[in-house]
């Protein structure tokens, strides 16, 4: 991982150049997440939002296969006593699929969510409190963080104080 390019509390990016630096950026931010956030992974296909996930995941412990949830929506964790939903919309056709879905039940605070492809979903969908934005840059990727709430705030402030 390469140094970042903004600095600031609730808002950086930094430049990923191959898969294992996104999947170490996800275990890195893995420690600062807790139940009930909300994280939106934007970017276009082949970005690197499930990658990312997969980091998210090895870093909170869980050491199997992590699957990209296109075809069944939503692959579901457990990992110590939280539950983990690593959703992806991108199949969806018109908002009105989220409702149906029944989705709007697995949003609370018992667990974490990490969305891709919110967009799909619309204005129904939960907001996030914390927005990442992948984009490929030459063989690489770049990486924005966005905090969206306070509790999103908290998590990019505690990984600002833990820097060296
Ligand atoms: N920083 C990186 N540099 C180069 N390649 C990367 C990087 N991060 C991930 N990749 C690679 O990009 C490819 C696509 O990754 P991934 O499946 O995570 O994308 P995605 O955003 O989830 O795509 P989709 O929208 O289709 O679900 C994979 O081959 C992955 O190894
Ligand atoms: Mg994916």
């Not at 970042?4 to 893995?30: I, M, P, Q």
């Not at 090895?58 to 959703?87: Q, R």
Request: proline share 2%.
């Amino acid at each position: 991982m390469h140094s970042t390019e903004t600095e600031s509390v609730h808002n950086f990016s930094c430049y990923l150049a191959d898969d294992s630096e996104t999947l170490k950026l996800g275990e890195k931010l893995s420690t600062y997440l807790h139940a009930g956030l909300t994280l939106y992974l934007i970017g276009d296909l082949g970005a690197g939002k499930t990658t990312l996930t997969r980091g998210i995941l090895h870093g909170l412990g869980y050491s199997h296969t992590v699957k990209s949830p296109t075809y069944n929506l939503v692959e579901i964790y457990k990992i110590s006593g939280v539950y983990f939903y690593h959703f992806d919309f991108y199949r969806f056709n018109d908002y009105l699929e989220w409702e149906e879905a029944g989705f709007r039940d697995y949003f609370n605070s018992e667990s974490i969510c990490v969305v891709e492809w919110p967009e799909k979903a619309g204005d129904l969908l939960p907001k996030p409190d914390l927005r990442l934005a992948l984009s490929i840059l030459g063989t690489g990727r770049k990486i924005e963080l966005r905090a969206c709430t306070e509790a999103g705030k908290q998590c990019l402030k505690q990984w600002e104080n833990q820097k060296d």
